[in-house]
């Protein structure tokens, strides 16, 4: 019997690494069938914002609608791929419990495809990796993403 997921979770953040993972999603999501959903979301992580004195919500604003506008455009992208069954939301809060936790329990997620990398060493270090706690919690499966679209292992120089 094949394994066959039906609700996927992308999250992306506008990096090189979301992107390569929103491309393999659109194959995974075409492998499965037509009724596979691929839900992306972008989060805003609202304590970087605590930290700012002169806290303006036109800031959380402008965040939101560039999200919106590469979303839409990541739409537009699978609707021309074949994958009709695609939607998206910014959500705001901490990014490792919405990725892990929130959203798969209240959509029913059954597969998180997330990049491997996104944070800088000293940031992982402090905080953590939001791909390592997801992979560590979350009940559904997770996809690690990290080669490019032929599997071969991304190096600096695709970043360009």
């Not at 999250?11 to 393999?24: A, H």
């Not at 805003?44 to 004195?53: E, G």
């Not at 419990?97 to 800088?120: C, S």
């Amino acid at each position: 019997m094949l394994q066959r997921y039906k609700k996927i979770l992308v999250p992306v953040d506008g990096s090189f690494e979301s992107e390569l993972t929103f491309k393999k999603a659109i194959d995974v999501a075409k492998r499965n069938g037509d009724d596979t959903q691929i839900r992306l979301v972008h989060v805003v992580d609202t304590r970087a914002f605590q930290n700012i004195s002169s806290f303006d919500t036109a800031m959380v604003e402008e965040v939101t609608e560039t999200a919106k506008k590469t979303m839409e455009g990541y739409v537009k992208e699978a609707n021309e791929a074949g994958v009709k069954n695609i939607d998206f939301s910014v959500e705001y809060g901490a990014p490792k419990a919405v990725i892990a936790k929130d959203l798969p329990e209240e959509e029913g997620i059954d597969l998180i495809m997330i990049g491997a990398t996104g944070l800088n060493a000293v940031e992982r270090l402090l905080i953590g990796s939001v791909t390592e706690y997801v992979t560590r919690t979350a009940a559904c499966d997770v996809l690690v993403v990290r080669t490019d679209e032929d599997n071969k292992p991304v190096t600096k120089k695709k970043h360009k």
